[in-house]
């Protein structure tokens, strides 16, 4: 069954957030186990906020409110999205309720898509999105991996899943081509926990080479570094997702992103070549380095 609202309330009076927030966390927890046991984990590889959060950051990072994952097998987005709708259309796991309307679910060529609603015991008007991309496979080994321990765990009455997961050098790749090309907080952010950490940035430069040449956009680095402080960005949609008494600054964000990135900069000239080619003609460029990996 679902955890009670006075641990949830305890949970989220720690973690510094509103309850929403960290009873979307709690949920969002049943709904992977329900996923992996019904097998519909297995030809995905976990990737976005929340497994940034539940498997390399933990509560150092922002809360998240949707599911994310890339396909890695051969399974058309028509039939997964379908096969994700029957596990959880009026149906319920732990004591959750849920629904998906038929104007709630979407499957493209490149990706596939659901709004979820759900209530329980003590919420009736709960709500979450769950995304797959179908546009490239990883580039790098999928892994199982187990949540970062969080206190709540002791009361969910189940085992969190272990959950194919995008290694982290494509995670930190991934987003920082989603910062280059749009304006949300939530990427940013990402990047500035991440910034510190130890990874090898030459292969996270490489990723982000490929992944932009990927979704035909020129990556220009110096460009996207100095451009930071020009954009617009929601900060109060950052500030609900952090505890509430932390101080950060767009100043702090954009200088630590600045200098902890400047490897980006640093491209061999097979990388300068990719970069610099929107229209994908370098494709036997893209394929070498491609088999780098």
Same mark, same amino acid.
């Given at each position: 069954?679902?955890i009670?609202k006075?641990?949830v309330?305890w949970?989220?009076?720690?973690a510094?957030v509103?309850?929403?927030?960290?009873?979307?966390?709690v949920?969002l927890?049943?709904?992977?186990?329900?996923l992996?046991?019904?097998?519909?984990?297995?030809?995905?590889?976990?990737?976005g906020?929340?497994?940034?959060?539940?498997?390399?950051l933990?509560?150092q990072?922002?809360f998240s409110?949707?599911?994310?994952?890339?396909?890695?097998?051969?399974?058309?987005?028509?039939?997964?999205?379908?096969d994700v709708?029957?596990?959880?259309?009026g149906?319920?796991h732990?004591?959750?309720?849920?629904?998906?309307?038929?104007?709630d679910y979407?499957?493209?060529?490149?990706?596939?898509g659901v709004i979820? #609603?759900?209530?329980?015991a @003590?919420t $009736? =008007?709960?709500? *979450?999105?769950?995304?797959?991309?179908? +546009?490239?496979k /990883?580039i790098?080994?999928?892994?199982?991996?187990?949540?970062?321990?969080?206190?709540y765990?002791?009361w969910?009455?189940?085992?969190?899943?272990?959950?194919?997961?995008l290694?982290?050098h494509?995670?930190?790749?991934?987003?920082?081509?989603a910062s280059?090309q749009r304006s949300r907080?939530?990427?940013?952010y990402d990047?500035?926990?991440?910034?510190?950490?130890?990874?090898?940035r030459?292969?996270v430069r490489r990723? #982000?080479?490929?992944?932009c @040449?990927? $979704? =035909?956009?020129? *990556?220009d680095?110096l460009?996207f570094? +100095?451009?930071? /402080?020009?954009k617009h960005y929601?900060?109060?949609d950052l500030e609900?997702l952090?505890?509430h008494?932390?101080t950060?600054?767009?100043?702090?964000?954009?200088?630590?992103?600045?200098?902890n990135?400047?490897?980006?900069v640093?491209?061999?000239?097979?990388?300068?070549?990719l970069?610099?080619?929107?229209?994908?003609?370098e494709r036997?460029t893209y394929?070498?380095l491609?088999?780098?990996?």
């Amino acid at each position: 069954m679902m955890i009670e609202k006075r641990l949830v309330q305890w949970y989220a009076a720690n973690a510094g957030v509103d309850l929403d927030i960290a009873e979307r966390e709690v949920v969002l927890t049943y709904v992977m186990k329900v996923l992996c046991d019904a097998g519909l984990l297995a030809p995905l590889a976990f990737k976005g906020g929340t497994a940034i959060r539940k498997i390399f950051l933990g509560n150092q990072g922002r809360f998240s409110l949707d599911l994310d994952f890339t396909m890695v097998s051969e399974i058309t987005p028509e039939e997964f999205v379908l096969d994700v709708v029957s596990i959880l259309q009026g149906q319920e796991h732990f004591g959750i309720i849920f629904d998906v309307r038929s104007e709630d679910y979407y499957a493209s060529s490149d990706s596939c898509g659901v709004i979820v #609603t759900y209530q329980h015991a @003590w919420t $009736t =008007n709960g709500k *979450f999105s769950f995304q797959v991309s179908f +546009r490239s496979k /990883p580039i790098l080994p999928v892994q199982p991996v187990g949540f970062i321990q969080e206190r709540y765990f002791e009361w969910l009455g189940i085992e969190p899943p272990l959950v194919p997961t995008l290694d982290l050098h494509e995670i930190i790749g991934e987003k920082i081509r989603a910062s280059a090309q749009r304006s949300r907080i939530r990427d940013l952010y990402d990047l500035y926990q991440f910034a510190t950490m130890k990874y090898d940035r030459n292969i996270v430069r490489r990723i #982000t080479i490929l992944k932009c @040449w990927e $979704t =035909n956009y020129a *990556f220009d680095p110096l460009a996207f570094l +100095r451009g930071l /402080p020009g954009k617009h960005y929601d900060w109060a949609d950052l500030e609900r997702l952090i505890k509430h008494n932390k101080t950060l600054t767009p100043p702090v964000v954009f200088e630590r992103i600045q200098q902890n990135y400047k490897f980006l900069v640093e491209m061999d000239e097979d990388e300068a070549i990719l970069a610099s080619d929107p229209y994908c003609r370098e494709r036997k460029t893209y394929l070498r380095l491609l088999s780098s990996f």
